[in-house]
């Protein structure tokens, strides 16, 4: 099972609009609105590696997302 964290800047005025976009994505277990830096955290969850990195690819390519930062779990 391969693990990540997604860390999620958007345009301020879209970040619900964004939550639930990410949260409709096949992979992504948890989705919250955070306070900080960033905007939205997503777990994402798959079966191996190359699942998760088009998981995260998925999730990086939805509007109004400027940027994002990915901590994938070591073990």
Same mark, same amino acid.
């Given at each position: 099972? !391969?693990?990540? /964290?997604?860390?999620?800047?958007?345009?301020?005025?879209?970040? +619900?609009?964004?939550?639930?976009?990410?949260? +409709?994505?096949?992979?992504?277990?948890?989705? /919250?609105?955070?306070?900080?830096?960033?905007?939205?955290?997503?777990?994402?969850?798959?079966e191996?590696?190359?699942?998760?990195?088009?998981?995260?690819?998925?999730?990086?390519?939805? %509007?109004?997302?400027? !940027?994002?930062?990915?901590? %994938?779990?070591? !073990?």
């Amino acid at each position: 099972m !391969s693990i990540a /964290y997604v860390m999620i800047n958007t345009v301020p005025e879209k970040v +619900e609009m964004v939550l639930e976009d990410v949260k +409709e994505i096949k992979g992504v277990e948890e989705a /919250y609105i955070i306070y900080g830096v960033y905007d939205i955290i997503a777990e994402v969850k798959a079966e191996n590696d190359n699942n998760l990195w088009a998981i995260i690819i998925k999730i990086r390519k939805l %509007q109004h997302i400027m !940027s994002t930062i990915t901590l %994938q779990v070591a !073990s």
